[in-house]
């Protein structure tokens, strides 16, 4: 991506490290993390294609601070379909599931 370090050749665009999150208020992202602002790791290629964000807008839950990037898609009326950019398993421990991981555990836990 465009403003990314150079040093690494990878033959496209790449997204590696933390990368802030703003999460839209009343949204499954909001209910799994308890914030509207968070810190996640990226290593990816691809991004979300702008040129459908506007027909896509209902469901974007999450997008960078600069407001470029989405982050974040959910369907607002199903118990967890959540999508993310970001590896939510590279900050997940036994001890300590993450946020995402523990909200898609308590939604299946409900639909019994």
Do not use: W
Not at 3 to 28: F, H, V, W
Not at 33 to 52: A, D, K, P, Q, V
Not at 73 to 89: L, T
């Amino acid at each position: 991506m465009p403003g990314q370090n150079d040093e690494i050749a990878k033959g496209g665009t790449l997204r590696l490290g933390s990368y802030p999150c703003e999460i839209l208020p009343g949204t499954m992202m909001e209910k799994c993390y308890g914030s509207l602002s968070i810190n996640e790791r990226h290593r990816h290629r691809y991004e979300f294609n702008n040129t459908y964000r506007d027909q896509m807008k209902e469901i974007i839950s999450g997008l960078s601070p600069d407001n470029l990037l989405v982050e974040a898609i959910e369907i607002p009326d199903h118990p967890f379909f959540v999508g993310v950019q970001f590896h939510p398993e590279f900050k997940s421990r036994p001890d300590r599931p993450h946020p995402l991981f523990l909200g898609l555990v308590h939604a299946a836990c409900a639909g019994k």
